[in-house]
């Protein structure tokens, strides 16, 4: 499996970007893609995360919820990232990350639970 992350840019505050992760090779049934973040200096950090294994269940990092949305088209087996309202604390290089299991919260949140990882998308907020 490989993962093709984009979408990124330079947005001022406030505006929206919607990310892409788009996965080739063997579709899976089950697994969880989960997008994390890696601000300059700073530790690599869980966004969001989604789970599909009958009822879809969705996670969210508290800095972003009620902003960034997670979805999955499955057809296209591609993950969306709609981030609106954004922050310059925001700024980050983006990764996706899939595994074929279907991860409980705890590690949902954790990079050595997946698999698979996309190449990164840079997302720049600022005036």
């Known amino acids: 499996v490989q993962l093709q992350a984009s979408g990124g840019g330079w947005v001022q505050p406030g505006a929206s970007l919607r990310l892409s992760c788009a996965g080739s090779?063997?579709?899976?049934?089950?697994?969880?893609m989960s997008w994390f973040r890696q601000a300059p200096g700073k530790e690599r950090e869980f966004v969001s995360g989604?789970?599909?294994?009958?009822?879809?269940?969705?996670y969210y990092a508290n800095s972003v919820k009620g902003r960034f949305t997670i979805s999955r088209d499955n057809p296209k087996n591609t993950v969306y990232l709609q981030m609106n309202s954004l922050k310059p604390e925001d700024t980050a290089v983006y990764y996706c990350?899939?595994?074929?299991?279907?991860?409980?919260?705890?590690?949902?949140?954790?990079?050595?639970?997946?698999?698979?990882w996309g190449q990164g998308t840079q997302v720049t907020v600022s005036s």
């Open positions: 990350a899939l595994t074929a299991r279907s991860l409980i919260l705890s590690s949902l949140k954790e990079e050595l639970s997946y698999d698979y």
């Open positions: 989604i789970r599909w294994s009958g009822a879809s269940m969705k």
């Open positions: 090779g063997r579709t899976l049934s089950t697994g969880t």
